[in-house]
């Protein structure tokens, strides 16, 4: 077990007062099987009129905020602290598994499951030339058997070895086009790659992003260039964030 505390800032500053309109926050983690949320703590400056939680169709646990109309500022701070605790240990997982009309590569849903999955079946960028269709079959088309699982797999294992990781702080992603082109990107354009190739196929996919702690005991090669104890999040547009065991 460890109790990990989380600490993610953002801050805008503007070079003349600005009003804010309404801003809706993602910050609140799910528990699962293995992680409870103790606590969670929201920070803003200027203080909201109003806060408010809402759950999204995915259950997602949504904060939204709102200052008032006449209200001017030249700085906006906000400051998300969460207590949790992990539990590694304890019951094994189940393997994972899929429904039987599942288990073979490409897979279809069922009817009932169509209007909530169609849209994310869709393709979302552009691939004129049908590039990442033709990567995506390549991989597909060395996998024996077609199970599904060793398929995803396959795909993952095809990324990481055919790709190169570079750092790269600009918002937003590239297209799998370009992913494929440069032979190069981010964790986040690795993903959007493996979704619209599977996407290519009919099966539906989705982004889903959080934090990811990486202790320095573990790997003491990187206790130098670290503060013990501590990793830091890459920062995303103007935020930033640190997660800390809480000893």
């Not at 060793?150 to 795909?155: D, F, I, P, T």
């Not at 570079?166 to 799998?176: L, N």
């Amino acid at each position: 077990m460890a109790k990990i505390g989380i600490v993610h800032t953002t801050e805008y500053t503007y070079r003349n007062p600005v009003g804010l309109l309404r801003h809706k926050l993602m910050v609140r983690p799910d528990e699962s099987h293995d992680l409870r949320l103790h606590s969670a703590m929201l920070k803003v400056e200027p203080e909201p009129n109003a806060i408010y939680w809402k759950h999204d169709v995915f259950n997602n646990s949504i904060c939204y905020l709102e200052w008032p109309e006449a209200l001017r500022t030249e700085r906006l701070s906000i400051v998300s602290t969460l207590d949790m605790t992990h539990h590694p240990d304890g019951q094994p997982l189940p393997v994972y598994s899929l429904d039987a009309t599942a288990e073979q590569f490409p897979c279809s849903y069922a009817a009932h499951e169509i209007p909530d999955l169609a849209r994310l079946a869709e393709r979302q960028m552009p691939d004129p030339d049908r590039k990442v269709d033709a990567w995506a079959r390549r991989v597909v088309s060395e996998v024996e058997g077609k199970q599904t699982l060793r398929v995803l797999e396959a795909m993952t294992h095809a990324i990481k070895q055919e790709f190169n990781y570079r750092a790269r702080y600009e918002e937003g992603t590239q297209t799998a086009a370009q992913t494929l082109a440069l032979g190069s990107g981010t964790c986040r354009d690795f993903a959007v790659l493996m979704m619209e190739a599977l996407r290519s196929f009919g099966l539906a996919t989705r982004f889903v992003t959080g934090y990811l702690y990486d202790d320095p005991r573990a790997r003491p090669w990187a206790a130098a260039a670290r503060t013990p104890g501590a990793a830091s999040i890459c920062p995303v547009q103007a935020g930033s964030s640190t997660i800390r065991p809480m000893v």
